[in-house]
């Protein structure tokens, strides 16, 4: 058996989409995840899949490749035009050999073909769910230093107008 607990622990802040029109397939994957994140949001139809994506803007976007009236790759592209940092793997029956252009191989971070080996999927989900956690922390540092920055100028706003007070009320008695 695998180890997996090391995607337990990363996985408990982390929001998956996963997009699979096959509803048998996607079931037993959804299972599978459930085990390792918190929030896990399947999708059988990836026009569907993108908006759901567009309102809770997920950490992790797991899709198959083939499907109908939208496939992987151009959910893909349009994920990427909303953020291009989002983190995206591709599981498909494909061999990624077979479409793996430059273009096309822009829009993942990762690839798997089916059938997949559950130890090769934690393998995969471990290094993305470490690059997520690290982009989240550097987010919650600048959010934080932004914060701070803000706090600064008010606090530096006050002593200005302190300071007119001051030099006003100097001015005013070397009127007298």
């Known amino acids: 058996m695998f180890e997996a607990s090391k995607l337990i622990s990363l996985g408990k802040e982390i929001s998956v989409l996963y997009v699979e029109d096959d509803h048998m397939v996607a079931n037993e994957t959804k299972s599978f995840l459930k085990k390792f994140f918190t929030i896990v949001d399947v999708m059988h139809d990836a026009k569907k899949a993108l908006q759901l994506f567009k309102e809770h803007r997920h950490d992790l976007v797991i ?20 953020n291009p940092e989002q ?30 080996a559950y130890s090769e999927l934690i393998t995969a989900l471990e290094e993305m769910c470490e690059e997520i956690l690290e982009i989240k922390s550097k987010g919650d540092e600048n959010t934080l230093l932004s914060e701070d920055i803000a706090s600064l100028e008010i606090r530096i ?3 200005e107008k302190r300071i007119e007070e001051i030099e006003g009320k100097q001015l005013n008695n070397g009127d007298s």
Do not use: C, W
């Not at 498909?92 to 089916?114: C, I, V, W």
């Open 157 to 159: 706003e006050a002593l």
């Open 63 to 82: 899709t198959d490749i083939k499907m109908q009236q939208m496939d992987g790759l151009e959910l893909a592209k349009h994920i990427r035009e909303i």
């Open 87 to 116: 983190k995206i793997l591709a599981i498909s029956a494909y061999n990624f050999k077979d479409f793996a252009t430059e273009e096309r191989h822009k829009r993942f971070d990762g690839f798997l073909q089916k059938p997949v």
